[in-house]
């Protein structure tokens, strides 16, 4: 199979970590007979210093040209002062935007290896944590109306927040997809006792569960799922919410599981082609200095390959490599314990390399 990736090498760790996804993509190919051919995109704070924009429209061509699109991290301190619209995060908007990116899907899944590194008790964690949030991403009140109005002498700010029927619909739709690929569970988080765009999301995705009738289903109010994600995280598998509940909930199940490094995403719309990249920044107080942790970049790769490409093998076997390399007790700075070894961004990759092969 020939597949055309895009590479976005980004700001700050982004090179670093890119690169060693790249290699691992590399022997992924070689081992099971693929043609990866990769195409190099500028966005972030690395496009406004050499095209004075955050995604430059021959940029988001090259994305759209693409199979699929692999991110490493934008932004840092050196384009804080910019004004908002032209900051690098402007790209990453603009990027999901323009490649039509409705669906944010981040696993939240504890590796046994670092169980002590969750701040949940014990006997919670040894249940399990392994689930996926499905966030709505363009819609809702990050996309609504914003004004701020002088009424009766005083300031008053407000948000629109609004949903329509088709893009509960087609969010809905990934999740139940996402959910036959994993353990056929979907909960759907609202919050229908109070909001009209809730009682809607409820309405559409009730006549969603009945197109999948193999698929467990059931409706969860969002401070309950708070809770619960804290209280029991071994119930969920697929977790489907609107855009602000989803920014809020895929933050905490990210914090439960000990290391931010290792957690990867993916944002996806209509086909096959999807954007991967961790979940975490740019980090650019370590940038150039190969400490940073390459794994949640690595298993976004894998994400890549399982979704877009339908290679569900090829996925496995680069967890399985994760998994033995912190089997062997290997950890990068972030993740260091008792009892391991530390190493770095690079010696990280070469290890997983070697379990691949």
Same mark, same amino acid.
């Given at each position: 199979?020939?597949?055309?990736? +895009?590479?976005?090498? #980004?700001? *700050?760790?982004?090179?670093?970590?890119?690169?060693?996804? @790249?290699?691992?993509?590399? !022997?992924? &190919?070689?081992?099971?007979?693929?043609?990866?051919?990769?195409?190099?995109?500028?966005?972030?704070?690395?496009?406004?210093?050499?095209?004075?924009?955050?995604?430059?429209?021959?940029?988001?061509?090259?994305?759209?040209?693409?199979?699929?699109?692999?991110?490493?991290?934008?932004?840092?301190?050196?384009?804080?002062?910019?004004?908002?619209?032209?900051?690098?995060?402007?790209?990453?908007? +603009?990027?999901?935007? #323009?490649? *039509?990116?409705?669906?944010?899907?981040?696993?939240?899944? @504890?590796?046994?290896?670092? !169980?002590? &590194?969750?701040?949940?008790?014990?006997?919670?964690?040894?249940?399990?944590?392994?689930?996926?949030?499905?966030?709505?991403?363009?819609?809702?009140?990050?996309?609504?109306?914003?004004?701020?109005?002088?009424?009766?002498?005083?300031?008053?700010?407000?948000?629109?927040?609004?949903?329509?029927?088709?893009?509960?619909?087609?969010?809905?739709?990934?999740?139940?997809?996402?959910?036959?690929?994993?353990?056929?569970?979907?909960?759907?988080?609202?919050?229908?006792?109070?909001?009209?765009?809730?009682?809607?999301?409820?309405?559409?995705?009730?006549?969603?569960?009945?197109?999948?009738?193999?698929?467990?289903?059931?409706?969860?109010?969002?401070?309950?799922?708070?809770?619960?994600?804290?209280?029991?995280?071994?119930?969920?598998?697929?977790?489907?919410?609107?855009?602000?509940?989803?920014?809020?909930?895929?933050?905490?199940?990210?914090?439960?599981?000990?290391?931010?490094?290792?957690?990867?995403?993916?944002?996806?719309?209509?086909?096959?082609?999807?954007?991967?990249?961790?979940?975490?920044?740019?980090?650019?107080?370590?940038?150039?200095?190969?400490?940073?942790?390459?794994?949640?970049?690595?298993?976004?790769?894998?994400?890549?390959?399982?979704?877009?490409?339908?290679?569900?093998?090829?996925?496995?076997?680069?967890?399985?490599?994760?998994?033995?390399?912190?089997?062997?007790?290997?950890?990068?700075?972030?993740?260091?314990?008792?009892?391991?070894?530390?190493?770095?961004?690079?010696?990280?990759?070469?290890?997983?390399?070697?379990?691949?092969?």
């Amino acid at each position: 199979m020939e597949k055309q990736i +895009a590479v976005i090498r #980004g700001d *700050g760790i982004g090179p670093e970590i890119v690169n060693e996804a @790249l290699r691992v993509l590399e !022997a992924v &190919a070689e081992k099971y007979g693929h043609q990866f051919q990769y195409v190099d995109v500028d966005m972030g704070g690395i496009a406004i210093d050499r095209w004075g924009q955050a995604l430059p429209r021959e940029m988001l061509d090259r994305c759209l040209a693409s199979d699929s699109v692999l991110l490493g991290a934008v932004g840092g301190p050196k384009w804080d002062g910019m004004p908002g619209d032209q900051r690098p995060e402007k790209g990453l908007l +603009a990027l999901r935007s #323009g490649m *039509g990116l409705y669906a944010n899907n981040r696993p939240a899944k @504890l590796w046994k290896q670092l !169980a002590q &590194a969750s701040p949940l008790k014990q006997e919670i964690v040894e249940k399990g944590i392994d689930f996926i949030v499905v966030r709505e991403l363009i819609g809702g009140v990050y996309f609504g109306e914003h004004r701020t109005d002088e009424v009766n002498g005083e300031q008053k700010a407000t948000d629109v927040m609004s949903y329509s029927e088709h893009e509960i619909e087609r969010i809905g739709r990934i999740a139940f997809e996402t959910a036959r690929k994993r353990r056929k569970k979907v909960t759907s988080v609202d919050k229908a006792n109070v909001l009209d765009t809730s009682r809607l999301w409820r309405k559409v995705m009730h006549q969603l569960a009945e197109e999948y009738p193999d698929v467990e289903y059931a409706d969860m109010l969002v401070d309950n799922a708070a809770m619960q994600i804290a209280k029991d995280p071994s119930q969920f598998d697929v977790v489907v919410t609107e855009n602000m509940f989803g920014d809020i909930l895929s933050d905490e199940a990210s914090m439960i599981t000990g290391s931010i490094g290792m957690i990867p995403s993916s944002s996806l719309g209509e086909g096959s082609r999807g954007l991967y990249e961790p979940i975490h920044g740019s980090a650019p107080d370590i940038a150039g200095q190969n400490k940073a942790n390459p794994i949640g970049t690595i298993l976004s790769a894998a994400m890549m390959l399982k979704y877009s490409f339908d290679m569900d093998e090829e996925a496995a076997a680069v967890e399985t490599a994760v998994n033995q390399a912190l089997d062997a007790g290997l950890r990068t700075a972030d993740m260091m314990a008792d009892g391991c070894r530390q190493v770095s961004c690079s010696e990280m990759g070469d290890a997983i390399l070697g379990y691949l092969k």
